[in-house]
């Protein structure tokens, strides 16, 4: 079975300052690992995810992940956030080629003027 | 090409009614996945559904839920005799092909139970 930890409940962060989301999972095989963002009263939407290949990983809105296998990580990082960043974040992982997502308990982002 | 379509976004029922959530897929896409999201929480699977067969339920609660993706029309999410700790957000996805790769979820329901 797979686990997600994401270590910060709530990150608080000033406009156009840069956001590092920190996530680590577990799993005995070979995974798949997602970032979703959820806007209030929204469903998930994908901001990024690893399959394989480069473990630098780039997606919308300026956000990027590295997969750090050694250290079982994948944060989430934006080098300068917009008020519209505002937002839940979840990461997520499934079995390589699994069905089912396991995600992490969630980290919502604040982003202040 | 609409999105993953919820409905409705609000339910509100008393202990010991049904819920029935609704979720149409996008088009071509054959696989649906129910998630449920508790307060304060991350989203958990209950079930995977390709049409007319569940493939894999292990996320389900043993009594009072069940899932159907029917050949026509969406797939429904029934709740029996709801209690309160059903109350969450239940989010459908969809997918064109088998695995997480493409996923696309909906907005949700959100089930108040009073």
């Known amino acids: 079975a797979q686990s997600v930890t994401q270590l910060d409940s709530q990150v608080p962060v000033f406009e156009e300052a840069p956001v590092e989301l920190r996530c680590n999972y577990s799993s005995s095989v070979s995974v798949y690992l997602f970032w979703y963002v959820q806007y209030p009263n929204q469903g998930l939407q994908l901001l990024l995810k690893?399959?394989?290949?480069?473990?630098l990983v780039k997606g919308i809105n300026g956000f990027e992940a590295e997969f750090n296998k050694s250290q079982t990580s994948f944060h989430l990082r934006k080098p300068s956030v917009h008020i519209s960043d505002t937002a839940e974040y979840f990461c997520a992982v499934s079995k390589a080629a699994g069905n089912k997502l396991t995600f992490g308990g969630g980290t919502r982002v604040l982003v202040k003027p | 090409n609409a999105g993953v379509m919820q409905n409705p976004r609000h339910l509100v029922r008393r202990r010991g009614q049904e819920a029935r959530l609704r979720c149409s897929p996008m088009k071509g896409h054959s696989h649906v996945y129910w998630y449920r999201q508790l307060p304060e929480e991350g989203l958990k699977f209950m079930v995977y559904?390709?049409?007319?067969?569940?493939?894999?339920e292990s996320g389900m609660p043993k009594e009072r839920f069940s899932a159907e993706f029917p050949k026509e029309g969406p797939s429904i999410l029934r709740i029996q005799q709801v209690v309160r700790g059903d109350s969450a957000a239940y989010f459908c996805?969809?997918?064109?092909?088998?695995?997480?790769?493409?996923?696309?979820f909906g907005s949700g329901t959100q089930l108040s139970v009073l």
């Open positions: 996805a969809s997918s064109p092909l088998q695995g997480n790769e493409k996923l696309f």
């Open positions: 690893y399959l394989s290949g480069s473990t």
């Open positions: 559904l390709q049409k007319e067969n569940i493939i894999d």
